[in-house]
T-cell receptor
């Protein structure tokens, strides 16, 4: 399985944008890039996913490099509620084993008031 | 929908006792996953089911762990006998297979402490 690399931790100020990077240099053409986050004392929750084009939803934006070897999750205005561990995961399109992808260690985001 | 439901939310037991964790997936989902999370090992996939059939149990740590899914709306993870090193948060997740993506919906977890 292709691996992802994320910084262990990042800090942000409240109401400022946050850019969370993820490197996936061995990504294959059929790998979707997924982001999940885990708030304290909760299960992980889906944030966003993409294949090649940048994606936006109500929670965040996903910027994917042209060569797809890296991506960035963008929180446009961080709030205290966004403090969580953010996981970048690769999942293969149309693969029934896609849900088996490992979560890795993720990035712990701290938001300062 | 109520989301993935897990019970109990907290469990404290003594070494050697049997522990049963329960999960009700989201209605209509045909995949169910059991994960374990510890500080040392992070989030580990233990086993997952498709249409109530176990597909991959390679993450189950040893024979003391067993999982069943008797029907589409219920699954159990059993530890017998339990050991202190089994202390962790156990998550259940469900999804439906969609060719372009697989989004998992996680339950709130069961926090297990084995004394």
């Amino acid at each position: 399985d292709a691996k992802t690399t994320q910084p262990n931790s990042m800090e942000s100020n409240e109401e400022e944008p946050v850019h969370l990077p993820c490197n996936h240099s061995t990504i294959s053409g059929t790998d979707y890039i997924h982001w999940y986050r885990q708030l304290p004392s909760q299960g992980p929750e889906y944030v966003i996913h993409g294949l090649t084009s940048n994606v936006n939803n109500r929670m965040a934006s996903l910027a994917i490099a042209e060569d797809r070897k890296s991506s960035t999750l963008i929180l446009h205005r961080a709030t205290l509620r966004d403090a969580a561990v953010y996981y970048c995961i690769l999942r293969v399109k149309g693969n029934t084993n896609a849900g088996k992808s490992t979560f890795g260690d993720g990035t712990t985001l701290t938001v300062k008031p | 929908d109520a989301g993935v439901i897990q019970s109990p939310r907290h469990e404290v037991t003594e070494m050697g006792q049997e522990v049963t964790l329960r999960c009700k997936p989201i209605s209509g989902h045909d995949y169910l996953f059991w994960y374990r999370q510890t500080m040392m090992r992070g989030l580990e996939l233990l086993i997952y089911f498709n249409n109530n059939v176990p597909i991959d149990d390679s993450g189950m740590p040893e024979d003391r762990f067993s999982a069943k899914m008797p029907n589409a709306s219920f699954s159990t993870l059993k530890i017998q006998p339990s050991e202190p090193r089994d202390s962790a948060v156990y998550f259940c997740a469900s999804s439906f297979f969609e060719p372009t993506m697989v989004v998992q919906y996680f339950g709130p977890g069961t926090r297990l402490l084995v004394l």
